[in-house]
């Protein structure tokens, strides 16, 4: 089964735990329903924080999902002049027969400028999305 590289990012509003740590569910939480991933089907993650982003790992976040199997690293960006703030990104290495063409990469809260020429996902309902992610965090994933 080939392994195919789905990418996301998100902004954080203030350097703390819980602000970073429901930027990166959310995220996630979109990242897994655009493209309907199991986590059994991840072979694994890799997050990236701007150096201005401490409080927390956000792979945290992805283990509050359920994903207790799924192997995760956090690192820092490379801080370049001019780079978007309180970034979070990810990389998901994803085992699908899904084709490249059909991967969706997510880019929100701003994000979206790190890669216009990726069409936008449609507007979330954060209200249902965040019950959603309640619903994950409260059966394991």
Known sequence: MPCRGVRGATT???NEREALLTAT???????IRRNEIEPQDIASV??????DLDA???ALAARQLGWSGVPLLC????????SLERCVRVLVHWNTEKPAR???HVYARGA???RPDLESPPEADLAE???WINRQMGSGG
């Open 75 to 82: 690192g820092y960006e490379i801080s370049v002049p001019g």
């Open 25 to 31: 569910r959310q995220l996630l939480a979109l990242l």
């Open 46 to 51: 890799i997050f990236t924080v701007t150096k």
């Open 102 to 104: 059909e991967v969706h």
């Open 129 to 131: 999305l965040d019950a």
């Open 12 to 14: 954080v509003d203030v």
């Open 112 to 114: 979206e400028r790190l």
């Open 56 to 58: 927390e790992f956000p």
